[in-house]
């Protein structure tokens, strides 16, 4: 068997449910990038489709494909965080499992880097030679669409497409930002252009965005939400937590389930404090699943945890309901201003029950 020589590359790639894409991957990246020292790593969360049994195979025949494979979590951006700090190689590079980057392009985006003419590389669909066509529908251009813009509204240097995922990046430029990444969510190339030193060399590639063959896609409803988390959190300097946007945001889906619950009840007959106790429960109840869903995507509580869980975010929610009651009253009693005594009890209540859910909860 060969043994591997110290690579010059490291191609991280981050996978959920891409079991057969593993080996024509392999086999088209040794094509790309044939004389190079090279290696791959992927970073699987705990795929059910056989994903991680996949790589051990071809790993088996090439040393110079890796695996770290991840149990009780999932997310992208922590996925490639946790790829590229496994390697010591001076140029990371990140691309998808799906096929749909196409590796051909690899030597054109790390040569650059290689040789010390840039810091960052992306392949852009939206440069000259560059194509978009394989996003699966117009729901996905869509949100797509929506996603550079905002992105391009708060990045310091140019970027025709910040949701790319497909980049490479200098070993030192990488190093430099990891401290600020908070490692939530899709999208961790904005994540890091915002974070690297804004002298960093950026250079994009043309790439023509391929049809899916197998897997899953990884741009829904639900990953645009924590994106717009992260560029509230960016938008702030990075003193509002991503998390606690969503959390907070969820907390306002409660609100709006509350009163309609509530009056739904109160038109079918119950009364006021009825009415109250079943809207509160079901808000209670819509929040806990949006937040396993959502806020903590990367650590749902499934199983045997899930009730405890539930228990738990409920006796949280509760306690802070006193909290933000006592609060507002205390508030009022010496200020005697409604609505600021209202917003202050609120605050206090939406931030313990965050600290309960990020300690408790979803620990």
């Known amino acids: 068997m060969m043994q591997p020589l110290p690579a010059?590359?490291?191609?991280?790639?981050?996978?959920?449910?891409?079991?057969?894409?593993?080996?024509?991957?392999?086999?088209?990246?040794?094509?790309?990038?044939?004389?190079?020292?090279?290696?791959?790593?992927?970073?699987d969360d705990n795929s059910p489709d056989g994903t991680a049994q996949a790589v051990e195979e071809s790993a088996q025949a090439d040393p110079r494909v890796r695996l770290i494979r991840r149990v009780g979590r999932r997310g992208l951006s922590s996925a490639v965080i946790e790829g590229a700090l496994s390697s010591t190689a001076p140029v990371i590079a990140v691309m998808d499992g799906d096929l749909q980057h196409d590796e051909a392009i690899l030597r054109d985006l790390v040569s650059p880097l290689l040789e010390n003419r840039a810091d960052i590389a992306v392949a852009s669909r939206h440069v000259e030679g560059g194509d978009s066509s394989g996003l699966a529908n117009r729901w996905r251009h869509?949100?797509?669409?929506?996603?550079?813009?905002?992105?391009?509204?708060?990045?310091?240097m140019t970027l025709s497409d910040p949701m790319s995922g497909f980049f490479a990046m200098r070993r030192p430029v990488f190093e430099q930002a990891v401290p600020r990444l908070t490692g939530t969510g899709f999208k961790i190339l904005l994540e890091l252009v915002l974070s690297v030193p804004h002298t960093a060399r950026l250079i994009e590639v043309p790439f023509v965005f391929r049809p899916r063959v197998a897997g899953e896609s990884k741009l829904s409803p639900l990953v645009?939400?924590?994106f717009l988390g992260m560029l509230i959190?960016?938008?702030?300097?990075?003193?509002?937590p991503t998390r606690f946007v969503?959390?907070?945001?969820?907390?306002?889906?409660?609100?709006?389930?509350?009163?309609?619950?509530?009056?739904?009840?109160?038109?079918?007959?119950?009364?006021f404090q009825i009415s109250q106790v079943v809207g509160t429960a079901c808000a209670i109840l819509v929040n806990f699943q949006l937040n396993n869903r959502v806020t903590y995507l990367d650590r749902p509580l499934r199983g045997k945890r899930w009730l405890p869980g539930l228990c738990i975010f409920v006796t949280g929610a509760t306690i802070g309901a006193f909290g933000n009651i006592g609060v507002a009253q205390l508030l009022y009693d010496t200020h005697g201003h409604w609505s600021?005594?209202?917003a202050a009890g609120a605050v206090i209540g939406v931030v313990w029950n965050y600290a309960i859910a990020s300690t408790l909860v979803w620990r």
């Open 142 to 156: 869509m949100l797509s669409q929506a996603g550079i813009k905002l992105a391009q509204s708060i990045l310091p």
């Open 233 to 240: 959190e960016r938008a702030c300097g990075g003193w509002l």
């Open 8 to 43: 010059d590359l490291t191609l991280v790639i981050p996978c959920y449910n891409e079991a057969p894409n593993v080996a024509p991957l392999i086999e088209g990246v040794k094509r790309a990038l044939e004389g190079m020292k090279w290696e791959i790593v992927f970073v």
């Open 340 to 342: 600021r005594a209202s």
């Open 224 to 226: 645009m939400v924590q």
């Open 246 to 271: 969503i959390f907070a945001a969820v907390g306002l889906v409660g609100i709006a389930v509350n009163l309609l619950i509530s009056e739904t009840a109160r038109f079918a007959g119950a009364n």
